[in-house]
């Protein structure tokens, strides 16, 4: 169980982790695109032969950003295009995109293009008709390619294929069969309740302490459980179970599991034993 606990925990750990740094990088990316969308207000404005003008607060709307303007201004769509495509070519990873150029109050669509794979900015069409000068919103969206998700999918794949292999492990290693109470080590069946080891329908009983023995190395099965807490959790404060007592019980239970060599209990020296069970 404590090494599917690792397991479970180890997979939150990574999708916390992530999930925070996907947030931080989503916080920084969003403050940018912001500076740079005002960026692409002030030389519209510029374009206009505005400076004095202010570019407003930059509005987020879902997955579109809004540019708005302090002042009227008209332009012409090969300068606003060329402008737009330049800025965001420079100063973000977006390669296709979504312009739109909309009445302040109507919300009209006056101009609009898109650039992707296929239409570059120069092959934009309508770039010489210029607008009059009123009041514009300039609307840009970005298109993401499903690509740019392709790392996030493939991080939730790797994290559900590792707690799978976790919990097949887990589940593979204990094999637990019929009920909770049998347990397979190798080619024996151990039964903790009737304390008695099974193997080719030969069963070998098992005294209380034998039984409480093999249970704590089989839940730390292929890790060294050390002298002292085997003395705690199996004798706890029964007294005179000291030196060789506990020697003596891991030479019993050596013997009655001597019959299949996938199965070994080794002594550790100075620290304490080991279960071993090859796969």
Partial sequence: ?????????????????????KEDVSKIQSDHIEVVMRRIG????????????????????????????GSDF????????????????????????????????TKEVIYSYEINQFVKFDEVACRERSQPEDC?????????????????????????????????YYYKK???????????????????????????EKTIELTSK??????????????????????NKVWGDEGGYVGRTLDVYISKLRKKLDNDASVQLKNIRGIGYKLIIED
Avoid: W
């Fill in 174 to 200: 204990r094999n637990f069969i019929g009920n909770t109470n049998t347990i397979k080590i190798g080619e024996y069946l151990y039964d903790a309740k009737k304390m008695i080891l099974i193997r080719k």
């Fill in 42 to 69: 002030n030389d519209i404005l510029l374009q206009s032969s505005d400076s004095i003008s202010v570019v407003k607060p930059i509005l987020f709307e879902g997955d579109k950003y809004r540019i708005q303007f």
């Fill in 210 to 231: 034998e039984s409480e023995l093999l249970s704590l190395l089989y839940e730390s099965a292929n890790e060294t459980v050390e002298r002292d807490i085997i003395l």
């Fill in 1 to 21: 169980m404590r090494n599917l606990f690792y397991f479970f925990i180890f997979g939150l750990v990574i999708l916390f982790t992530v999930q925070g740094c």
């Fill in 74 to 105: 008209s332009f012409l769509p090969d300068n606003l295009v060329k402008t737009i495509d330049i800025i965001l070519k420079k100063e973000l990873p977006y390669e296709d995109y979504l312009v739109k150029i909309e009445a302040c109050e």
């Fill in 136 to 168: 514009y919103e300039v609307v840009i969206q970005f298109i993401q390619k499903k690509e740019q998700n392709l790392s996030v999918i493939i991080l939730i794949v790797l994290l559900t294929i590792s707690i799978s292999m976790g919990s097949y």
